[in-house]
Each structure stands twice: as structure tokens, then as C-alpha cells.
């Protein structure tokens, strides 16, 4: 009898000292951000362009997480990017939804200098900060920052922003994939 | 005899140097136009400091670098600059880079050359910026900016690369042929910056011809020939250091660190050239070799369009194309416009007659004999495995950047895969994920601070309206002289309303002290002016109350108008 309960004392004692331990971690080794939407955020190009319906990459991230939002709603991440959050969220690919916006060409934003009055409207607009000027003064876009959100060209007053497909250059040319071509074979039995 | 080494695997494909080597250098004839590119070594394109009009001598700066791994380029002979502008450019891509357009005048004049004599006692920093400002740069392909390499003190052994192992190409053989004295007098001086314990030239044993002649020019200079085995591609700087110096350079880390740093053949005579004569380098040996009449080396003008030097060795026929370096590693350029850069060693003209098409590539029946062939020890065929799966971080693990792309993979292949076009496919699309991925980093970033930054500028104005109004309170308090209170608006809409209320108890009392009146004075004469006099009374104390409410609104309005004001800016 004793035995037994020496047992269940033992037992109760190291579960109590156990339990101390995890909830001792738990608190020490604390994570404060969801490590899910910064995974998903990672996956994301960061155009902070809304196309989603969200105000950026982040509350579209946490949109994913919460199970609110689709994992196809993102037109700058192109279907490389749903296969990548498909494989992250252990979920379906999903193509674009007929109808909604599609990926396009990679595009700079380019302001025609000579038709900009210098309202500012872009500069706010801009996510990234990637236009330069001040009241009244031309504006530019500083072309290396810039993620094509098209987000300055809406609130152009004068409609002097366009978007430029990026052309590849010596440093960003890359090799395509290999093709095997097909050579159809001649009938020779006639 | 030195004890050499051996590294893995290496093929042997057909040599067709012998072709090319029959005659001696040709001085080749100046074309009517000079396309210059200013993409002429591993960094960003160089800057011309040129206009178009101009007129430009031999050996001029043309173009200064931009960044570190850039190189400046120079006018290859005197004459005028008649376009700067986008031209073809030898590339696989066939993209067009900026170029200086010189029409030469015939007279070849140079500019003021300024040898430096006495390099034995000059500071090594001096001739490291005498050979950036002369635009020497890795003419072994690499086309890396000399001056960095040789930035490089207190070496073990310098190697000198003169191993030229690809088939076709003779230029470098050529060249340890003919001017193997110019080549010493480079590597003397590279020994002087670097200060190795010993020099080695590593030169293949199909060249006895070359051997010889540097045995002869090197004779008293400590510096030691050494006849390797011919095999491809001993030519490659990390073998031809194992081959010599039995060191294997690991991945992730440079010879240097090793103690060991190499140079081309050709490269070291254009240091020479450089410091000792003057010169910058405005030409380079090319061999002209395949299907032309007469196959030979050239020493050809930075600029001169590929067409041309074909057409001077007699293009034949059946050519289809024009290769840019050897069969294993060159490339087909899309446009023979394009003037030759400081990398083009050779041109082969193509025609199935000399380099006959590949035959359509087979399933890969895993043989291993690309393992066996990579002198890097990869395993070629899963490195194709995952590149054409697009596993690209799988290749990535399997040390893809590790594959320096030189095809005896390609060349063994029973299957006639093309496998190092896969290799270059994956690292392109690997290269590309990794500037897309470090531009959303930097686009996350840049939002993330402008969030912050909208944040903070909203906080910092609202604070900022709130002293302003604090002060303005305190300015209306000291006008109206009232004691500063500290906290002006909350206490004085307060005074305002007790002054109020004290009016209309003082009026409710008056009105009580008129009735108690009126009825004493009812008992004693009930008619009469005394009720009219109470009237009046009541009306005086309503008309007080009443002026003391409007004083107090009075004071209470700016308060309020503050208070509206900053409930405004908190909603904005």
C-alpha cells in the first residue's frame, strides 16, 4: 500500500516539477510575434501595391494566418508565389480567380519630368519611399526601390507617371532553361 | 622534376591548336570603325570621359571605371569619336552595351606614354594604381582588374597560368612564343608586389615551342618553367594551383588566402607592357581559327568588330556562326558587329564541317562518367537531376556554384545532355531569386521605416499643437489677470460656473428677502410701490446672472475651441 502510494507521490512530484520547467519556459523563451505570419510575410515580394485588399504585405500575411484571406490574391507574386505558400501552409495551389487582377511584366514606375508640377501626391502615396522631391520642385523615382505598385499613378493629377517593363541588362540576363527541340521525322515510306 | 599533382577527372578532347600556330602573330589591319564597348572587366561598364567630336590619341583614357571592379578603357588607336552609343556587344545574351564608336585617322599616333623605369623602387601602392589607371585587367577570361589581384603581399608561390588548355585556342602559346620576354618582364613586376617565396609558370607539354622560349627568357630570374600534363582543363587557376602546389582551394575561399594567386600569361605581359613601356592595354592576341582560310593569331584592337577579323582570315562557305572563346566554354555570338573585348582569346568559325552539331540529347542513364570527368569532384548528373527539376536549392546544397562551368560533364555525356547549359540555367534563376529576395528585404524595410516615420510625425505634431496651446492658454490668463492655473482648462469653466451659480443663489435670495418684504409689508399696507420695488429687485439680479453667464461662456470659448482642435488633429 505504501508502495503505492510512494509511487503516485513520486509521480505527482515530478510532474509538478515538470510542469514548473515548461511553464517556467513558456515564459522565458516567450515568442511575441506570430512565426507564421513572418513566414508568410517572407514569401511575400513586398510590393505593398493593396491588390490584395489589404494595406500591405504584413496585414495580408496575417490575413493568410488568421485563415481569413485566400493564399491567391497576390498578382505581384505570381503563381511562383502561391506554390511557395501552398508548400509553407501545407495547403492547395490555388490559380488566380478568373476575373481578378494577374501577374504582370516586372514595370518600374518613370515620371515624365517635364509634365510634373510638383504636387507631392505621389511622395505620399509612395509605399516604399522610393519617390524623391519636395512641394513645387520635380519629382523622381529612385528606380532601384521602386516595386511597381503603381499606387503614385491614381493620384497624378497630371497623369506624367507611367510604367516601365523592366528590360534585362548585361547584369540581370540570365541563361533560359534548356529546351530539347522536336524535329518532326520525315514520312519515308511513300 | 618537380613532384606535381594530379585533380580529378579531366578529358582530353582533340587539341586543333596546331592549326592556328603555323604563322607568326599578325599585326591585324585597323578597321574603318572601332566599337569599343565599355563593358571591359567584371564590374559595371566604365564611364566615357570622351564627347562625341572628339579627337582621341592612341592609349587615351576613354572611359573611366565606375566602382571597384571596373576597369577603365583607353582608345585603341588615335583618330575621332564619331557615336557613343548602345552597340552589339560579344554576349550571349545579345544585348547591346554602350560602346565609343572611333573612326582611326591612319596615323596612329599616341598620347604621352609614361613608363616607370624605376618600378624595382616604387611603393607598391603607386604601381597598383599606375596598373588600374592603365586598365589591366585578367585576360585569361575573367577579365578581373589586375590591381586588386595583386594587391596580394607576402605570397607562398606566384603562379603563372600559361596552360591554355582549351582546344582551338593558341594565343597564349603565341604569345610565350614570340614575346616571352615582355612576359618575364610582367611577371617581374608582379613579383614585386606580391613578394612570393617562389614563381611558378604552369605551361602544358603540347607546347614545347613556348616552354622553351620562357626557359630561355626566364634564364637568371629564379623563376621556374614547369611542363605539365596536358589535360583539359588544367588551365583553370584552382587547378593548375593543385597541379603545381598540390593545394586544393576549398569552397568559399579565395587562393590568396591559401597563399597562392595566379596570373595569365597574357596578363602578366600587359603589366609589363603597363609599367614598363607605358602602355595601357588597347589590344590582345586573338586567335582566328575554324573554318577560314588562314587560321592565325592576330594582335587585334580592343574594338574591332568580329566580322571583320573573320573576313581577314578568309571566311569560308559553310560558317554558321562565330564562337567567342573555345568549343568547351566559348559561346555563339548573336552578332558579329560586336567588337572584340579584353576577354576574346578566340574566335572559331563554326561550320558542321569543323564542329559538327550535337547530336539530340538521350534520357541520362546515371553511368556516372560526369562524376569521374568534373575536376571539382560534383556530381554532375544530380546537379541536372535537381536543375531540371528546378530543385534549385537542392543544386544549391549539392555545391552547384562550386561548378566552374568548363563541360567535360557535356563532353563524356553518352546521353549528349547539355548539362552545363542546365548548371548555368539554375545559378542564373538561383542569382535572380536572390536579387528579387534581397529587394523585397530592402522594399520591407523601406515600408516598414515609413510607417514608423508617419507614426512618428503624427505624435510629434500632436504634441507640438499641445504646447502651443498650452502656451496660448497661459498667454489668455495672463490678459484676462487671472492667476496662471495649471491646468487652465478644466478650472476655469469651473470659475465660470460658480460665478454663475453664486449669481442665481444671490438673486434667489433676493427674490425670498422681496417676498419675505412683500408679505411683512402686505400685513402692514397691502398695495402700494412695494411689490414694484421687489420686481425690480428680481429683474436686477436676473440681469446680473445673466451678464455673469455670458463673462463665464466668454472665457470658457477659447478652451473649447482648443479642445476641439486637438480632438480634430487626434482623428487626422
Not at chain 2, 557535356?410 to 536579387?435: F, M, N, T
Request: charged share 25%; hydrophobic share 40%.
Amino acid at each position: 500500500m505504501s508502495a503505492i502510494l510512494t509511487a503516485i507521490a513520486l509521480m505527482a512530484l515530478i510532474a509538478l516539477a515538470l510542469g514548473a520547467v515548461l511553464g517556467y519556459a513558456s515564459v522565458k523563451f516567450r515568442v511575441e510575434a506570430d512565426p507564421l505570419v513572418e513566414k508568410i510575410d517572407a514569401v511575400l515580394p513586398q510590393t505593398q501595391c493593396g491588390q490584395c485588399g489589404h494595406p500591405g504585405c504584413r496585414p495580408y500575411a496575417q490575413a493568410i494566418a488568421d485563415g481569413v484571406d485566400d493564399i491567391n490574391k497576390c498578382p505581384p507574386g505570381g503563381e511562383d508565389g502561391i506554390r511557395k505558400l501552398a508548400e509553407l501552409l501545407g495547403v492547395e495551389y490555388k490559380p488566380f480567380d478568373e476575373g481578378a487582377a494577374q501577374p504582370k511584366p516586372r514595370a518600374v514606375a518613370v515620371i515624365d519630368e517635364a509634365n510634373c508640377i510638383g504636387c507631392t501626391l505621389c511622395l505620399q502615396a509612395c509605399p516604399v519611399d522610393a519617390i524623391l522631391g519636395a512641394a513645387k520642385q520635380m519629382h523622381t523615382i529612385i528606380a532601384s526601390e521602386c516595386t511597381g505598385c503603381e499606387l503614385c499613378i491614381a493620384p497624378c493629377p497630371v497623369d506624367c507617371i507611367a510604367m516601365k517593363p523592366l528590360e534585362p541588362t548585361l547584369k540581370t540576363w540570365k541563361w533560359g532553361e534548356p529546351v530539347i527541340r522536336i524535329h518532326p521525322v520525315e514520312d519515308t515510306r511513300a | 622534376m618537380r613532384a606535381l599533382y594530379d585533380f580529378n577527372g579531366g578529358v582530353h578532347p582533340p587539341e586543333h591548336k596546331a592549326i592556328s600556330t603555323g604563322t607568326p602573330i599578325r599585326q591585324a589591319p585597323v578597321p574603318p570603325r572601332l566599337y569599343v564597348p565599355m563593358s571591359q572587366s567584371l564590374g559595371n561598364a566604365a564611364l566615357p570621359c570622351v564627347a562625341v567630336g572628339d579627337t582621341v590619341l592612341k592609349g587615351q583614357k576613354i572611359a573611366e571605371p565606375d566602382g571597384r571592379l571596373s576597369a577603365a578603357v583607353h582608345a585603341p588607336t588615335s583618330g575621332r569619336v564619331v557615336a557613343i552609343a548602345p552597340h552589339a556587344y560579344p554576349h550571349p545574351s545579345g544585348l547591346s552595351e554602350l560602346a565609343v564608336v572611333i573612326e582611326p585617322d591612319g596615323r596612329d599616333a599616341w598620347t604621352e606614354r609614361r613608363p616607370v623605369a624605376d618600378w624595382r623602387v616604387r611603393p607598391a601602392g603607386e604601381l597598383l594604381a599606375r596598373l588600374a589607371e592603365m586598365g589591366v585587367v585578367g585576360l585569361g577570361g575573367a577579365v578581373f582588374p589586375t590591381h586588386l589581384k595583386a594587391a596580394a603581399s607576402a605570397l607562398d608561390t606566384l603562379v603563372i597560368n600559361g596552360a591554355e588548355c582549351e582546344p582551338f585556342i593558341s594565343c597564349d602559346d603565341m604569345l610565350m612564343r614570340e614575346r616571352a620576354g615582355g612576359i618575364v618582364d610582367g611577371i617581374r613586376v608582379l613579383a614585386h608586389l606580391t613578394q612570393p617565396r617562389e614563381v611558378l609558370i604552369g605551361v602544358e607539354d603540347n607546347k614545347p615551342e613556348a616552354i622553351a622560349a620562357l626557359r630561355q627568357a626566364c634564364a637568371g630570374s629564379g623563376f621556374t618553367v614547369v611542363a605539365v600534363p596536358t589535360k583539359y582543363p588544367s588551365g583553370g587557376a584552382k587547378q593548375l594551383i593543385r597541379i603545381l602546389t598540390g593545394k586544393a582551394v576549398p569552397h568559399g575561399t579565395r587562393s590568396t588566402e591559401m597563399g597562392v594567386q595566379c596570373f595569365n600569361v597574357a596578363t602578366a605581359y600587359s603589366v609589363g607592357r603597363a609599367i614598363v613601356h607605358g602602355e595601357p592595354v588597347i589590344s590582345r592576341i586573338v586567335t582566328l581559327t575554324g573554318d577560314v582560310e588562314r587560321p592565325h593569331n592576330v594582335e587585334a584592337l580592343l574594338g574591332t568588330p568580329v566580322r571583320f577579323l573573320i573576313e581577314y582570315a578568309g571566311r569560308r562557305a559553310g560558317v554558321d556562326a562565330v564562337l567567342m572563346g573555345g568549343p568547351m566554354m566559348g559561346f555563339a555570338l548573336p552578332d558579329e558587329d560586336a567588337g572584340i573585348t579584353k576577354a576574346s582569346n578566340c574566335l572559331i568559325a563554326k561550320s558542321p564541317a569543323v564542329l559538327p552539331p550535337r547530336p539530340a540529347a538521350m534520357p541520362c542513364i546515371r553511368c556516372g562518367e560526369c562524376a569521374s570527368a568534373c575536376p571539382v569532384e560534383l556530381q554532375p548528373m544530380d546537379l541536372y537531376w535537381f536543375a531540371k527539376a528546378k530543385n534549385f536549392g537542392k543544386a544549391q546544397e549539392w555545391h552547384l556554384f562550386d561548378c566552374i562551368e568548363c563541360g567535360a560533364c557535356s563532353y563524356v555525356c553518352p546521353s549528349q545532355i547539355p548539362l552545363v547549359d542546365y548548371y548555368r540555367y539554375a545559378k542564373g534563376e538561383i542569382w535572380a531569386a536572390e536579387h528579387d529576395k534581397k529587394a523585397a528585404d530592402r522594399a520591407r524595410a523601406r515600408h516598414e521605416f515609413r510607417q514608423f516615420r508617419l507614426e512618428r510625425d503624427k505624435s510629434e505634431k500632436t504634441q507640438r499643437l499641445a504646447e502651443r496651446a498650452a502656451i496660448k492658454e497661459k498667454e489668455l490668463a495672463a490678459s484676462l489677470g487671472q492667476p496662471a492655473a495649471p491646468a487652465p482648462r478644466a478650472a476655469e469653466p469651473a470659475v465660470a460656473d460658480d460665478d454663475a451659480k453664486k449669481a442665481a443663489i444671490q438673486a434667489a435670495m433676493e427674490r425670498a428677502a422681496a417676498r419675505k418684504a412683500e408679505k411683512q409689508t402686505g400685513e402692514a399696507a397691502p398695495a402700494g410701490p412695494a411689490p414694484a420695488a421687489a420686481l425690480d429687485d428680481a429683474k436686477k439680479a436676473a440681469i446680473q446672472a445673466a451678464m455673469e453667464r455670458a463673462a463665464a461662456r466668454k472665457a470658457e470659448k477659447p478652451a473649447a475651441r482648443d479642445a476641439a482642435q486637438q480632438k480634430d488633429d487626434k482623428e487626422r
